[in-house]
C-alpha cells in the first residue's frame, strides 16, 4: 500500500473531526500531500469515518487521477487540489460542514475576530467568499482569494475550509474556527460582539503560523 503513515494520518483526522461534531454522517473531506511524491491522500466518498481503514484513503496526483484506492475520491477532490496547485506551502486540508461556521456562511456574515484563538489559529476575521457551486477546479481559487494571508474561511451555504502545515494543523484550525463562529452567533442577540485586541508578536494569541 502506497503512503500507510499518510493515510493513516488522515484518517484519524477525519475520525476525529467526526467525534468533534464537525460534520453530519459522511459530510466534510480530509487530504494531505507527501512532499516526496508530490501525490494528495484523500478520504473516499460516502464512506463512514467510524469504519473507516487506512487503505479506503485514496491516493491521487494533482491533476486528479487516481495512483492507488479502491472508492472515489472526495466529490470535492478538485477543491482539495486547486489549493495545492495554487500553494505549495499547504500540505494538509480540513473542510468540514460543521453547524455553527454553516449558519454564519448562510446568513453572509464574517465572524471578527472575538476570541483570541481566532487570531492565533486563523489569523483574525473568519470571513465567508459570496456562493459558489461545488466541486469544480475553481472552487479552490475562489476559496483561497477570501481566505487571502489567513488559515481558514466560510464558504457561503456549504461549510468551512481549513489548510495547515499538515492534516493535524488543518483540523486543529477547523475546530477553532468553528468555536468562534459559535461564540460569535451565540454572542450576537445579546449585543455587538466586541473585538479581541490584535496580539503583540511573542503574545499568547498572537498568530502562529504553521506552527
Known sequence: MLLPELR??????????????????????????????????????????GT?????????????SVVEGAHRPSSETPLHLGVYRARDDVQGIAHVHSAHANAVG????????????LWKYVGGPLRTAPF????????????LATMGEQRSMIMANHGL???????????????YAEEGARVFLLARPLGEPREHPK????MMYAPSWWK
Open 8 to 49: 493513516a494520518r488522515v484518517r484519524a483526522a477525519a475520525q476525529e473531526a467526526a467525534r468533534l461534531q464537525l460534520m453530519t454522517m459522511t459530510s466534510g473531506n480530509f487530504s494531505a500531500r507527501d512532499p516526496e511524491s508530490g501525490h494528495v491522500v484523500i478520504t473516499p466518498s460516502g464512506r463512514p469515518y
Open 52 to 64: 473507516m481503514r487506512p487503505e479506503d484513503v485514496v491516493v491521487v496526483r494533482l491533476d486528479g
Open 106 to 117: 448562510a446568513l453572509g456574515l464574517d465572524v471578527p475576530p472575538i476570541v483570541g484563538t
Open 132 to 143: 459558489m457551486e461545488s466541486g469544480t477546479a475553481e472552487y479552490g481559487a475562489h476559496a
Open 161 to 175: 475550509l481549513a489548510i495547515g502545515r499538515d492534516v493535524e494543523v488543518a483540523l486543529e484550525t477547523a475546530a
Open 199 to 202: 496580539p503583540a508578536p511573542g
